[in-house]
């Protein structure tokens, strides 16, 4: 594993701009540290650059500074097993490892140890941008063969000062960091260095739109991407070959691809609809009036139903058997009774779609409470809290998750009956534009209709996981830390 | 077999007085289970006097019915039989099986009940908040100071997810404490941390002590946490549970960890683990699961 | 005294719990309202909203009475039952296997998984028009919809509980020396087995519901194909026998129960472990 200590072996690393390999002092892993490499040239700015660019503290620092910042940039090397340093040290530098791979084990106060493997590109000895006093608050120690870019925290800050706006985005992206790569306490973060008297601490902290950009990026540089679109190629290349360029007879009365894609965009669509027609905007809003209403009507009912189900043992007791009963009957063999008992084309539909919806809701929602640890209610008793104060303050704030998966159950739920509903009976909607273009042979247009049932079910259902992580910022919090 | 162990009298200990908060007496305690027709002892003839402002470690082998006392105490589980005495207020008895939960007993759990969705402050503020004896502004400015004795500022306004689990532990003590308790119950709290993280939390545990002098009713399994912490060690048989030896710790108050190393605790150690070993054998024996 | 102690001992019934007490009453007290209000018009004068409209409990006894010696009843029952479980067999055959695939090969899921995600929301019932144009006959248009609304479920669920198995149970039987195949079979798979049943069940539920419509959307049908309780239903309706609306409904509903009862039996065979918590 360990890399040959000769940079004139085969496999040389591409950015040795000059021959002069750095070189260390063996086997003193009692010393500190090793020789100074002569500097920057044996690295190029570029290669500096672009490894700081990828970090998440330099990431949106301007070119010139960056520029800047790498030219403080020291590299120093290390063999296996010699330690970078110990905690309890001075801290100067933030290091970033270059090549090989570092031991970094963390003790923050009041937390459990924490160890981590770093790999090129990683930041770590954080410490020097905090606050005076700087001690390092963790042992790193080099796994293999090592090279490590070193920068003087005061140089830093000198440079990064020169534009105190972006400074302080810089000095914020420390602080997230250290809070959530390294899982270190808000006292920690909280000590970053202000600069020119701005506050760096978690309050600065960049939640949200910067961090999912570097998520972004991390994506985008894994071969994910690249095998979805793979994926999606290989269906819709065959669905265009089969159709289209084969003619398998199975395929015959198919719409193909192109033909769909043609009339989805056509400004004048042989049947009727595409993006470019009204009708198409009208039998969304149909459909989505729908769904919204029974939706909306089913929370309202289902969620305080489910609530009393799972906190009332009486309540369960009573209401429960004649909620079970009539569960096993499916939703849509209830619609020619709903057809009986609403008038209209509209009810009927929106029943449905509310039964539906409403079950789902109502019954995730009495297993979220049940499934609240009684932890949680016993210690509100200890504190002195009335049976309605725990309703209140405990089994309402703990079912919600449980409650928001239910509902994007129940929504996805939801478009499943109401598609049903609108192709039996009903006028307009998504549903209904299926079903007749059927009748009327107008096969492109199923396809259509389809596509967008898919685009608006997916969409609807991420509204309601959106409204859930708004509402729940505990949760999200905490998952991002790893649910410790 | 009624087995009532030698109480001691309800003494002064460094301080308080007899006559004031915090001295339970547990008074021949039995309860039976009933899982489907299956009568199952789980203490039996349990008695025992707490001291005000005394810490009382009750030690003994996994699923033993130790917790099962907590809960009486605490007015979660009702009783069989027998009394449990809070200063001189009947907590439950044969007339009323289920003590009512209160604020003058706070339990501190196993796993941690500090409530997710509500940030650190607004956990600790809600005991006072619930219970509207003070106003906000006073309940708010009481938690923040508390939270800095504690040595826990700075993390107002962080949720428990984000915290690692001994910072929750303090977080969850100093929400009992908001409520000036006359006993704390702590349910094996540390059980799940680490040795080095449980040493810092033991020496937490008796900073806060010292400063409140609550009567703290302790249970673990862990015989050195007991003998760091405890002024009485009530040790435990197997299930059904009834005190089996009690032991007064006679090492003086304020402890630190040097204490550890001392003779006298190696004298009490040696004293006490044979017993407990005996216990836990006998537990293992019988297929215990953890409570 | 002792008399008296012998024959307490012997004649003591087992009382019914509270909790089934409740039960019964509340379910009483539901056909009670039922009947009352299908009944409205008569002792009220004017029908009531919804409730009005709905065939009263004793007359749909009388007429599932008489349907009970209709051997086309019968058929229908069948008909249904058949599609059920070709159809939630066929998803369980191709989604068991995908969804395991899916969770144990990084490469298979980022290549496909997005595919299924894309198609999943939109509704089974949406292919209905699309599998009729395909498929030649009405059966295996039926039979392929029934199938894609399982599939998704028993797939997801296979996935999530493929994803969530500790991380520590392959570190063991790696350090056993296990093979590839070995944590395959004697990790993955049985780890996985409690997310499958939930999968069937929910497949099941999802199931039912496609075939009922199915069955009514697509109609009598020619040729001996169609038919089933779902159009028992919709023929009900369309023939004005509404009575035997509430018949097929309930039967439904009887043999959804009885199908995912099964079901659960046959899951805890599987879990044993699970049972014996």
């Known amino acids: ?484 | 077999m009624a087995a009532v162990m030698e109480t001691t009298p309800a003494r002064a200990v460094s301080g308080r007085t007899a006559a004031a908060q915090g001295a339970i007496r547990i008074e021949d305690v039995v309860k039976v289970y009933d899982p489907g027709g299956a009568a199952v002892m789980a203490v039996d003839h349990c008695s025992l006097d707490i001291a005000a402002g005394e810490i009382c470690m009750i030690v003994g082998p996994s699923g033993c019915g130790k917790t099962t006392l907590l809960n009486a105490i605490a007015g979660f589980h009702s009783i069989t039989s027998g009394r449990i005495w809070l200063d001189d207020q009947l907590l439950c008895g044969p007339e009323k099986p289920l003590a009512d939960p209160g604020s003058d007993r706070v339990v501190v759990f196993q796993n941690g009940a500090l409530f997710p969705w509500k940030t650190n402050l607004d956990n600790v503020a809600f005991g006072p908040m619930m219970q509207g004896r003070m106003s906000r502004k006073e309940v708010y400015e009481k938690a923040r100071g508390m939270m800095a004795d504690a040595g826990l500022s700075g993390m107002e306004h962080n949720y428990p997810g984000e915290l690692s689990s001994g910072l929750r532990r303090r977080v969850e003590i100093v929400r009992a404490l908001m409520n000036d308790p006359k006993v704390l119950l702590f349910d094996e709290p540390y059980r799940a941390l680490d040795s080095l993280t449980k040493s810092v939390m033991h020496e937490a545990l008796l900073e806060i002590y010292y400063r409140n002098k609550v009567t703290i009713f302790f249970i673990t399994h862990d015989l050195e946490e007991a003998v760091f912490l405890g002024h009485k060690l009530v040790i435990m048989t197997s299930r059904p549970c009834r005190p089996k030896k009690v032991i007064e710790v006679d090492i003086a108050h304020p402890r630190d960890y040097g204490v550890l190393t001392s003779s006298r605790f190696r004298q009490i150690m040696d004293e006490t683990s044979e017993v407990v070993h005996e216990e836990a054998r006998k537990s293992f024996a019988a297929g215990e699961k953890e409570g | 005294m002792q008399a008296a102690v012998f024959s307490r001992a012997s004649l003591q019934l087992p009382m019914p719990s509270q909790a089934t007490r409740r039960a019964v009453v509340s379910i009483l007290l539901f056909i009670v309202f039922w009947e009352a209000g299908s009944r409205s018009k008569e002792w009220l004068g004017t029908a009531l909203p919804w409730i009005g409209m709905v065939p009263a409990p004793s007359a749909v006894l009388q007429v599932w009475g008489g349907l009970l010696t209709d051997p086309g009843y019968w058929q229908s029952w069948y008909l249904s039952l058949m599609r059920v479980l070709m159809g939630f067999t066929a998803a369980m055959l191709v989604g068991i296997p995908l969804g395991l695939l899916m969770a144990v090969s990084r490469v298979f899921n980022d290549m496909w998984f997005p595919s299924f995600e894309v198609l999943r929301p939109i509704p089974p019932l949406a292919w209905v028009p699309a599998s009729i144009i395909f498929w030649p006959t009405q059966e295996l248009s039926i039979g392929f919809v029934t199938f894609l609304g399982a599939f998704f479920a028993v797939v997801i669920n296979v996935v999530g509980g493929a994803k969530s198995i500790d991380t520590r149970f392959f570190h063991a039987a790696r350090a056993m020396g296990a093979s590839q195949w070995d944590i395959f079979r004697r990790v993955v798979l049985p780890a996985t087995l409690p997310s499958i049943v939930v999968g069937s069940s929910v497949g099941m539920g999802i199931t039912w519901n496609v075939v009922v419509a199915a069955e009514m959307i697509s109609g009598g049908g020619s040729s001996g194909s169609g038919g089933g309780l779902g159009f028992f239903i919709w023929n009900s309706y369309v023939g004005g026998s509404y009575e035997q609306i509430v018949v097929g409904m309930i039967s439904i509903g009887i043999a959804g129960y009885a199908c995912s009862e099964a079901l659960r039996r046959l899951g805890g065979l599987a879990t044993p472990w699970l049972r014996k918590r």
């Not at chain 1, 010699?82 to 270059?98: F, L, P, S, W």
């Not at chain 1, 939703?331 to 509209?346: D, Q």
């Open chain 1, 1 to 484: 594993m360990n890399t040959p200590a000769s940079s004139t072996a085969a496999g040389a690393p591409p950015w040795r701009g000059a021959a002069n390999a750095p070189t260390t002092v063996p086997g003193s892993a009692s010393s500190s540290r090793a020789l100074e490499v002569p500097g920057v040239e044996t690295y190029s700015q570029e290669w500096i650059c672009a490894l700081l660019r990828s970090t998440l503290p330099f990431q949106t620092l301007p070119e010139e500074l960056l520029h800047a910042v790498a030219r403080l940039a020291r590299v120093r090397s290390y063999a296996a097993g010699q330690v970078i340093y110990r905690r309890g040290e001075e801290a100067d530098d933030i290091h970033i490892v270059a090549s090989g791979r570092v031991r970094h084990e963390l003790l923050a106060p009041g937390q459990e140890r924490l160890e981590r493997t770093m790999h090129s590109g990683d930041v770590f000895g954080w410490a020097a941008v905090l606050e005076a006093p700087r001690q390092r608050l963790a042992e790193t120690t080099a796994l293999e063969r090592t090279e490590v870019l070193q920068i003087d925290g005061e140089q830093l800050l000198q440079v990064i000062e020169r534009d105190p706006a972006a400074g302080s985005v810089v000095m914020s992206r420390f602080a997230a960091m250290i809070t959530r790569e390294f899982s270190a306490p808000a006292s920690v973060a909280a000590r970053v260095r202000h600069l020119n008297g701005r506050s760096a601490g978690p309050a600065g902290v960049p939640t949200g739109w910067a961090l999912t950009m570097y998520r972004l990026a991390q994506w985008l540089k894994s071969p994910r991407p690249y095998l979805m679109v793979t994926g999606f190629g290989i269906l819709l290349t065959l669905w265009y070959l089969t159709v289209e360029v084969w003619k398998l007879p199975r395929f015959a009365d198919m719409p193909g691809l192109t033909v769909v894609v043609k009339e989805m965009f056509s400004q004048d669509p042989t049947y009727g609809l595409s993006v470019y027609t009204p009708e198409y905007y009208q039998h969304i809003w149909a459909s989505v009036r729908r769904v919204g209403i029974a939706f909306v009507l089913a929370t309202a009912l289902g969620v305080p139903l489910g609530l009393f189900l799972g906190w009332s043992k009486t309540f369960r007791e009573y209401v429960f058997p004649v909620f079970e009963t009539l569960r096993p009957i499916p939703i849509l063999a209830w619609v020619p009774l709903a057809i009986l008992m609403f008038s209209g084309t509209e009810s009927p539909v929106i029943f449905l779609t509310f039964l539906a919806s409403f079950y789902a809701t109502a019954l995730n929602t009495m297993l979220g409470v049940e499934s609240i640890d009684e932890s949680y209610s016993r210690a509100a008793y200890c504190l002195g809290a009335s049976k309605w104060q725990v309703f209140r303050e405990v089994i309402v704030p703990g079912a919600m998750p449980f409650i928001f998966t239910g509902l994007q159950i129940s929504i996805g739920v939801a478009w499943f009956s109401l598609v049903a509903g609108e192709m039996v009976s009903g006028e307009f909607g998504l549903g209904y534009v299926i079903n007749t273009s059927y009748t009327m042979v107008r096969y492109p247009t199923i396809i259509i209709g389809m596509v967008t049932l898919g685009l608006v079910g997916y969409v609807t259902s991420a509204m309601v996981r959106v409204a859930g992580d708004w509402l729940m910022q505990w949760r999200v919090r905490e998952l991002t830390m790893g649910g410790r």
